[in-house]
């Protein structure tokens, strides 16, 4: 019976082509977001929530994971180690005739495994209040953190850097809930 073989064949290939079509949206769907190793809060990555482009730490606690080996989003690195926030930083932007200006608020992390401090740039969804907590416990940081942070040209945000501080994330929440 031609038919019915041909008919069977077209119901398993038909089968086989919805099941992989939903196992790789669900792989999408998965690089998209992540599950918080510190908290264990799911994470979306879709960068119109985020604001960014390589969403790499947790809006609710600022941890990260060590994936990245030479630049933002590459997810060469053999670590996996734990990043925790340490502090607060601008990232420097040249302006012309070498002058520095502010820049835009950044996030400082450890690799609690490895050691290896990044910059990373602030979400808009990350919990303003988290990032005030890392502020204030950074003002007490260690002085061998300290001086490692200078190796790798690292200034973190000092006592009276608090005033820019209070205007980014107040920046960031009045984006968010205009109302305030
Ligand atoms: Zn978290
Ligand atoms: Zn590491």
């Given amino acids: 019976m031609p ?7 077209f119901q398993s290939r038909l089968e086989l082509s919805v099941a992989g079509r939903r196992r790789a949206r669900r792989g999408k769907e998965s690089s998209q977001g992540f599950v918080c190793i510190h908290c264990r ?25 060590h994936l990245d080996l030479h630049r933002p989003g590459d997810r060469l690195s053999a ?9 607060m930083t601008f990232k420097k932007t040249r302006k012309k005739y070498g002058s520095l200006n502010g ?6 992390h450890q690799c609690q495994a490895c050691g290896k401090v ?3 740039r602030i979400a808009a969804d990350d919990d303003p209040q988290a990032i005030l907590a890392v502020y204030t416990a950074s003002l ?3 002085p061998e953190l300290r001086a490692l942070l200078a190796q790798n040209s690292i200034q973190p ?10 205007r980014g994330l107040l920046g960031a929440v009045q984006e968010e809930f205009p109302q305030l």
């Fill in 118 to 120: 990044s910059i990373n």
């Fill in 79 to 87: 670590c996996k180690g734990v990043m925790h926030p340490i502090g």
């Fill in 157 to 166: 945000l000092c006592e009276q850097d608090l005033s820019v501080l209070r």
């Fill in 140 to 142: 007490s940081l260690d």
């Fill in 103 to 108: 820049g835009e608020l950044m996030l400082v």
């Fill in 3 to 9: 038919y019915v073989d041909e008919l069977l064949e």
């Fill in 41 to 65: 809060n799911p994470v979306l990555a879709q960068s119109w929530i985020s604001g960014v482009q390589n969403r790499n730490h947790c809006p609710y606690c600022l941890r990260s994971r």
